[in-house]
């Protein structure tokens, strides 16, 4: 069963940066896809950026040019660098794996970003 861990959260001030750590463990070549997602209060959980196992990403754009997802094989990691951070990126950011069998799916426990002054 794969896991997942986030680290990294917490409070900054607009326009400032935060980098987002998920650390993957058990059964890790399983996985074909990571991904970040955030989610505000009473809204649904958006897809943020994904990277797949060959290093193609994909953002949305609400946060392409600001934020960058990369990972470190060895160390079973995938990052999330936020740079230029508004108010309105203020949510719990999950880490997620699209896995090559069942359960196919796997969630980290999330992460608090506050954007605030």
């Known amino acids: 069963q794969v896991q997942l861990v986030e680290f990294g959260g917490g409070l900054v001030q607009p326009g400032g940066s935060l980098r987002l750590s998920c650390a993957a463990s058990g059964g890790t070549s399983k996985i074909v896809r990571l991904d970040w997602y955030r989610q505000a209060p009473d809204k649904q959980r958006d897809l943020v950026a994904t990277i797949t196992s060959a290093g193609s990403t994909v953002y949305a754009d609400s946060v392409s040019g600001r934020f960058t997802i990369s990972t470190d094989n060895a160390k079973k990691t995938v990052y999330l660098q936020m740079n230029s951070l508004k108010p309105e990126d203020t949510a719990v950011y999950y880490c997620?794996?699209?896995?090559?069998?069942?359960?196919?799916?796997?969630w980290g426990q999330g992460t608090q970003v506050t954007v605030s002054s």
């Open positions: 997620g794996a699209i896995l090559s069998d069942y359960p196919f799916r796997s």
